[in-house]
C-alpha cells in the first residue's frame, strides 16, 4: 500500500487531522505537564515536611547528647571540685535537659531503644544524680560506685552518640531523597516542556513549510482563474482538502475555457467571431510592429437569397465552406473571422507594395467558384473592401476596420463580385449618402416628395398609359435622382416605408384617369414584405381600380428565380390580376434564367438596347433576340429610352408593342396627364 493510501498517509494528506491531531498532541502534553507537575509538587512538599521532621530530630539529638556531655562533665567534675550545689545543679539541670530530650525524640516517633527495659541507662535518672552527688558528698565512696557511675555515663554517652547519627543520617538522607526529587522533577518538566516545544516547533514548521505554501499557490490559482487566466495549469495538491477544491477547480477553469472558446468562435464556421478578432487583432499587431498590415471585411452578396432559397441549415454551410476556403488562402499569420451573419473580417501582414489587393482580389476570385451544398452546386460572389496600415504601438485599428468598411460599401454600391481599396474620398461619399438616408427619413413629413408620370405608347391601339416614377426634391440638394435615392431607402431600411407612400400617391392619382393603365415601380424588399399584396389590394380597392390597369415592375437584381418569396409574392399578385412586368431587361447577367422561372406579363427592354439602334447593326440583333424571345413566351415588350424619333422605326420593327422615352415625353407632372393625352394625337399617330 502506497504511503497516501495507509493510515499515516491520510492522516498528513489532510489539513484538519493535521492540525487537530497536533492541537490535541500539544494538549495532551499540556495536561501531562500539568499532571507530572502537581504529583510532583505533592512529594516535594511530603519530603520537604519529612525533611523538617527529621532536622527538629536530629537537633534533638543533638540537644540530648548535648545534655547528656553536661551530665557527664558535671559527674566529673563533682568528682574532683568541692563545689558541691553547682554540681548538684548542674547534675539536675542536664538530668532535666536529657529527661525533656528523650521525651521529645521519643514524642517524635524515634525508636529509641532496642534494649531492654532494665538496661536503659536513662531509667531511674534521678536515682543516678543522686549517686553522684552521694559519691561527691563523700559518703558510701566506694571505687566500684564510681566506676559503676561512670560506666552508666559512658553508656549514655555512647547511646546519645548513636542517636545523634542516626538521627543525622535520616536527615541526610531525607535531604538526599528531596534534592533527587527536584532533580527528577526538573527533569520531567524539561522533558515534557521540550517535547510540547519540540511538537509546536513542528506544526509551526509544517504549517509554514508545507501548508501556507500550498494555501498560497491555491490562492493564486483562484486569483489568475478570477482573472480570466484560462490557461493556468492547477498542479496537484497533498493536502486533502486542496486536493479536493483543486479537481473542481480543474473542473471549473476547463468549462470556462470552453465557455470562452464558444464566446470566442463562431460555431457555424469555427471561425473566430468579431470578440475574438478584437482581440486577436492586437496582439498580432504587437508582434509584428513595423509591418503593413491589411484589413478586409468581405460580404456575401445576396446571402438572404441563399437562405431563403435552400434553407438556413444551407446558408451555414455555405458561410462554413467560404470562410474554409478562404481561411485556406491565407498563411499562418493571418486572422479571418465571421463577424456577422455573412460578413468576414481578416487581418493579415503584408510586405510587398501590392500584396495586400492582390490577395483582395484573390479571394473574390476563388469565392466564385460554385460550392457543393449536397444535391446542389451553389455560386455566389462575396464584395470586398479592404485598406492598409502600418502596425504601430499605439494603433487604433478600428479606424482602419471603418475605412474597409466604407470600401466595402462602395464596392455594394458599385456592383457587388468585387474588392475595393480604400481612398479618403470615401469618407465623403459616405458621409454624404449617410446624410441622404437620415434627410430621406423626414421627406415624407416635409412633403419633399411628389410623383410624377412619364407616358407609355402602345404601338397597336391608342391604350393610355404612365409609368409612375417617384421624385424627392431636397432643400439644398434640389432635384435628388431616384437612382440615388431608392438605393438609400433600401439600405436604410426606409424602403418598405417609401413603397407604400409611392403606392398611395400613385393610385390616388390613378384613381382620376380612368381610362388609362398605370405601371408602378416596385422594390425587391417591397416584394419579401409580408402583406405586402394585402395592401396592394387594399388600396385598389379603396380607390375601386381593378388590378388588371395596373403593371407591376420588377427589377432583374431581384434574382427572381433564386428568390423563392418574391417568387411566390408575384405568383399571387398575378393570380389577384395584375400584371408583372420585368423591368430593365437586358442589363443583368441573369435575365434569360428569369423569362424562365416566372410567366412575365411584359418585358421592358433597357435603354441601353435601345440607344443604338441605328449605329450598330449588332444592336438590332441583340434587340431583335430580346424581342422574339418575349414574343415567344407570350409578354409585351416595352422599349425604353426613345429619346428620338430614328428610334422608333427599328423598335417597332423589331416587334416592340410598347414605346415610352423623352422623345415623347419627359416624366410630366400628375395634373398634366389629362391635358398630354388629349394633345398627343401627333405623337400618337407617329406611334402608329
Ligand atoms: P425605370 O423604372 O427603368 O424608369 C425609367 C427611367 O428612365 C426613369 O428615370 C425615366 O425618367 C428614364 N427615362 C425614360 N425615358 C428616357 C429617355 O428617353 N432617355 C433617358 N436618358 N432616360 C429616360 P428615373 O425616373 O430617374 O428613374 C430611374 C429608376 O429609378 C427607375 O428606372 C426605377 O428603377 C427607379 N424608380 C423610379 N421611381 C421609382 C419608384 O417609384 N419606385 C421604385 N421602386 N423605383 C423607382
Ligand atoms: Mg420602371
Ligand atoms: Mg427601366
Given at each position: 500500500m502506497s504511503d497516501t493510501n495507509s493510515g499515516w498517509g491520510r492522516f498528513f494528506a489532510s489539513l484538519e487531522t493535521r492540525l487537530v491531531g497536533a492541537l490535541c498532541l500539544i494538549a495532551v502534553l499540556g495536561v501531562v505537564l500539568q499532571v507530572v507537575t502537581q504529583r510532583e509538587a505533592f512529594g516535594l512538599r511530603e519530603q520537604s515536611n519529612a525533611l523538617i521532621r527529621t532536622s527538629a530530630i536530629a537537633e534533638n539529638a543533638d540537644q540530648f547528647a548535648e545534655a547528656v556531655g553536661k551530665l557527664r562533665m558535671a559527674t566529673n567534675r563533682g568528682l574532683v571540685a568541692?563545689?558541691?550545689?553547682?554540681?548538684?545543679?548542674?547534675?539536675t539541670d542536664a538530668a532535666i535537659a536529657i529527661d525533656e530530650k528523650l521525651g521529645k525524640l521519643r514524642g517524635s516517633g524515634v525508636a529509641l531503644y532496642d534494649l531492654p527495659e532494665r538496661a536503659n541507662p536513662f531509667a531511674d535518672l534521678d536515682r543516678h544524680v543522686t549517686a553522684i552527688l552521694d559519691v561527691q558528698a563523700g559518703g558510701v565512696a566506694g571505687k566500684a560506685l564510681v566506676e559503676r557511675i561512670e560506666k552508666r555515663n559512658a553508656k549514655m554517652a555512647a547511646f546519645a552518640e548513636e542517636i545523634v547519627a542516626r538521627a543525622r543520617a535520616d536527615r541526610e538522607a531525607e535531604q538526599k531523597r528531596l534534592i533527587a526529587s527536584i532533580a527528577r522533577w526538573q527533569m520531567l518538566v524539561f522533558v515534557t516542556g521540550a517535547v510540547t516545544i519540540l511538537v509546536v516547533l513542528l506544526v509551526l514548521f509544517d504549517i509554514l513549510r508545507n501548508i501556507l505554501p500550498a494555501i498560497r499557490?491555491?490562492?493564486?490559482?483562484?486569483?489568475?482563474?478570477?482573472?480570466?487566466?484560462?490557461?493556468?495549469?492547477?498542479?496537484?495538491?497533498?493536502?486533502?482538502?486542496?486536493?479536493?477544491?483543486?479537481?473542481?477547480?480543474?473542473?471549473?477553469?476547463?468549462?470556462?475555457?470552453?465557455?470562452?472558446?464558444?464566446?470566442?468562435?463562431?460555431?457555424?464556421?469555427?471561425?473566430?467571431?468579431?470578440?475574438?478578432?478584437?482581440?486577436?487583432?492586437?496582439?498580432?499587431?504587437?508582434?509584428?510592429?513595423?509591418?503593413?498590415?491589411?484589413?478586409?471585411?468581405?460580404?456575401?452578396?445576396?446571402?438572404?437569397?441563399?437562405?431563403?432559397?435552400?434553407?438556413?441549415?444551407?446558408?451555414?454551410?455555405?458561410?462554413?465552406?467560404?470562410?474554409?476556403?478562404?481561411?485556406?488562402?491565407?498563411?499562418?499569420?493571418?486572422?479571418?473571422?465571421?463577424?456577422?451573419?455573412?460578413?468576414?473580417?481578416?487581418?493579415?501582414?503584408?510586405?510587398?507594395?501590392?500584396?495586400?489587393?492582390?490577395?483582395?482580389?484573390?479571394?473574390?476570385?476563388?469565392?466564385?467558384?460554385?460550392?457543393?451544398?449536397?444535391?446542389?452546386?451553389?455560386?455566389?460572389?462575396?464584395?470586398?473592401?479592404?485598406?492598409?496600415?502600418?502596425?504601430?504601438?499605439?494603433?487604433?485599428?478600428?479606424?482602419?476596420?471603418?475605412?474597409?468598411?466604407?470600401?466595402?460599401?462602395?464596392?455594394?454600391?458599385?456592383?457587388?463580385?468585387?474588392?475595393?481599396?480604400?481612398?479618403?474620398?470615401?469618407?465623403?461619399?459616405?458621409?454624404?449618402?449617410?446624410?441622404?438616408?437620415?434627410?430621406?427619413?423626414?421627406?415624407?413629413?416635409?412633403?419633399?416628395?411628389?410623383?410624377?408620370?412619364?407616358?407609355?405608347?402602345?404601338?397597336?391601339?391608342?391604350?393610355?398609359?404612365?409609368?409612375?416614377?417617384v421624385r424627392w426634391k431636397h432643400p439644398e440638394l434640389g432635384e435628388v435622382p431616384p437612382s440615388t435615392f431608392i438605393p438609400a431607402a433600401e439600405r436604410s431600411g426606409l424602403m418598405v416605408r417609401l413603397g407604400e407612400w409611392i403606392i398611395q400617391r400613385a393610385l390616388r392619382d390613378f384613381a382620376m384617369?380612368?381610362?388609362?393603365?398605370?405601371?408602378?415601380?416596385?422594390?425587391?424588399?417591397?416584394?419579401?414584405?409580408?402583406?405586402?399584396?394585402?395592401?396592394?389590394?387594399?388600396?385598389?380597392?379603396?380607390?375601386?381600380?381593378?388590378?388588371?390597369?395596373?403593371?407591376?415592375?420588377?427589377?432583374?437584381?431581384?434574382?427572381?428565380?433564386?428568390?423563392?418569396?418574391?417568387?411566390?409574392?408575384?405568383?399571387?399578385?398575378?393570380h389577384m390580376g395584375f400584371r408583372i412586368a420585368l423591368d430593365d431587361f437586358g442589363t443583368g447577367y441573369s435575365s434569360l434564367s428569369m423569362v424562365k422561372s416566372f410567366k412575365f406579363d411584359r418585358m421592358k427592354l433597357d435603354r441601353s438596347l435601345v440607344m443604338d439602334l441605328g449605329q450598330d447593326p449588332a444592336s438590332v440583333a441583340v434587340l431583335e433576340a430580346a424581342v422574339t424571345m418575349a414574343r415567344h413566351v407570350g409578354a409585351e415588350v416595352v422599349a425604353e429610352g426613345i429619346s428620338d424619333a430614328h428610334l422608333i422605326g427599328a423598335t417597332k420593327s423589331a416587334g416592340c408593342t410598347h414605346l415610352q422615352g423623352y422623345y415623347y415625353s419627359r416624366p410630366i407632372e400628375a395634373d398634366d396627364v389629362p391635358g398630354y393625352f388629349e394633345s398627343a394625337g401627333q405623337k400618337a399617330v407617329e406611334v402608329a
Amino acid at each position: 500500500m502506497s504511503d497516501t493510501n495507509s493510515g499515516w498517509g491520510r492522516f498528513f494528506a489532510s489539513l484538519e487531522t493535521r492540525l487537530v491531531g497536533a492541537l490535541c498532541l500539544i494538549a495532551v502534553l499540556g495536561v501531562v505537564l500539568q499532571v507530572v507537575t502537581q504529583r510532583e509538587a505533592f512529594g516535594l512538599r511530603e519530603q520537604s515536611n519529612a525533611l523538617i521532621r527529621t532536622s527538629a530530630i536530629a537537633e534533638n539529638a543533638d540537644q540530648f547528647a548535648e545534655a547528656v556531655g553536661k551530665l557527664r562533665m558535671a559527674t566529673n567534675r563533682g568528682l574532683v571540685a568541692s563545689n558541691r550545689t553547682s554540681t548538684s545543679d548542674e547534675l539536675t539541670d542536664a538530668a532535666i535537659a536529657i529527661d525533656e530530650k528523650l521525651g521529645k525524640l521519643r514524642g517524635s516517633g524515634v525508636a529509641l531503644y532496642d534494649l531492654p527495659e532494665r538496661a536503659n541507662p536513662f531509667a531511674d535518672l534521678d536515682r543516678h544524680v543522686t549517686a553522684i552527688l552521694d559519691v561527691q558528698a563523700g559518703g558510701v565512696a566506694g571505687k566500684a560506685l564510681v566506676e559503676r557511675i561512670e560506666k552508666r555515663n559512658a553508656k549514655m554517652a555512647a547511646f546519645a552518640e548513636e542517636i545523634v547519627a542516626r538521627a543525622r543520617a535520616d536527615r541526610e538522607a531525607e535531604q538526599k531523597r528531596l534534592i533527587a526529587s527536584i532533580a527528577r522533577w526538573q527533569m520531567l518538566v524539561f522533558v515534557t516542556g521540550a517535547v510540547t516545544i519540540l511538537v509546536v516547533l513542528l506544526v509551526l514548521f509544517d504549517i509554514l513549510r508545507n501548508i501556507l505554501p500550498a494555501i498560497r499557490r491555491m490562492h493564486g490559482h483562484l486569483q489568475g482563474l478570477a482573472e480570466g487566466d484560462l490557461d493556468l495549469e492547477i498542479g496537484t495538491f497533498r493536502l486533502k482538502e486542496l486536493k479536493a477544491l483543486s479537481g473542481p477547480l480543474e473542473t471549473f477553469r476547463r468549462n470556462a475555457k470552453a465557455v470562452k472558446n464558444l464566446a470566442f468562435s463562431d460555431a457555424a464556421t469555427g471561425l473566430p467571431n468579431r470578440r475574438a478578432f478584437q482581440e486577436d487583432v492586437p496582439r498580432l499587431l504587437a508582434s509584428r510592429l513595423g509591418t503593413s498590415f491589411v484589413f478586409m471585411l468581405i460580404d456575401i452578396d445576396r446571402f438572404k437569397h441563399v437562405n431563403d432559397d435552400y434553407g438556413h441549415a444551407a446558408g451555414d454551410e455555405l458561410v462554413r465552406l467560404i470562410g474554409e476556403r478562404m481561411r485556406s488562402m491565407l498563411g499562418p499569420d493571418g486572422i479571418i473571422a465571421r463577424v456577422g451573419g455573412d460578413e468576414f473580417a481578416l487581418c493579415m501582414p503584408v510586405s510587398a507594395d501590392g500584396e495586400g489587393s492582390e490577395l483582395a482580389s484573390r479571394l473574390v476570385d476563388t469565392v466564385r467558384a460554385p460550392f457543393s451544398l449536397g444535391e446542389y452546386a451553389v455560386a455566389v460572389t462575396v464584395s470586398l473592401g479592404f485598406a492598409e496600415t502600418l502596425g504601430t504601438e499605439d494603433l487604433e485599428f478600428d479606424d482602419t476596420l471603418r475605412n474597409a468598411d466604407m470600401a466595402l460599401y462602395a464596392s455594394k454600391k458599385g456592383g457587388r463580385n468585387c474588392a475595393t481599396a480604400f481612398a479618403a474620398s470615401m469618407a465623403e461619399e459616405r458621409a454624404v449618402d449617410r446624410a441622404l438616408e437620415k434627410d430621406l427619413e423626414t421627406a415624407f413629413e416635409k412633403q419633399q416628395l411628389r410623383m410624377v408620370y412619364q407616358p407609355i405608347h402602345a404601338v397597336r391601339d391608342d391604350t393610355r398609359e404612365v409609368e409612375a416614377l417617384v421624385r424627392w426634391k431636397h432643400p439644398e440638394l434640389g432635384e435628388v435622382p431616384p437612382s440615388t435615392f431608392i438605393p438609400a431607402a433600401e439600405r436604410s431600411g426606409l424602403m418598405v416605408r417609401l413603397g407604400e407612400w409611392i403606392i398611395q400617391r400613385a393610385l390616388r392619382d390613378f384613381a382620376m384617369w380612368p381610362d388609362l393603365h398605370m405601371s408602378i415601380n416596385l422594390s425587391p424588399l417591397q416584394l419579401q414584405h409580408d402583406g405586402f399584396s394585402a395592401f396592394l389590394l387594399d388600396c385598389c380597392k379603396r380607390h375601386d381600380i381593378a388590378p388588371s390597369r395596373l403593371f407591376l415592375e420588377v427589377t432583374e437584381s431581384l434574382s427572381i428565380e433564386r428568390n423563392t418569396r418574391a417568387l411566390l409574392t408575384l405568383n399571387l399578385l398575378r393570380h389577384m390580376g395584375f400584371r408583372i412586368a420585368l423591368d430593365d431587361f437586358g442589363t443583368g447577367y441573369s435575365s434569360l434564367s428569369m423569362v424562365k422561372s416566372f410567366k412575365f406579363d411584359r418585358m421592358k427592354l433597357d435603354r441601353s438596347l435601345v440607344m443604338d439602334l441605328g449605329q450598330d447593326p449588332a444592336s438590332v440583333a441583340v434587340l431583335e433576340a430580346a424581342v422574339t424571345m418575349a414574343r415567344h413566351v407570350g409578354a409585351e415588350v416595352v422599349a425604353e429610352g426613345i429619346s428620338d424619333a430614328h428610334l422608333i422605326g427599328a423598335t417597332k420593327s423589331a416587334g416592340c408593342t410598347h414605346l415610352q422615352g423623352y422623345y415623347y415625353s419627359r416624366p410630366i407632372e400628375a395634373d398634366d396627364v389629362p391635358g398630354y393625352f388629349e394633345s398627343a394625337g401627333q405623337k400618337a399617330v407617329e406611334v402608329a
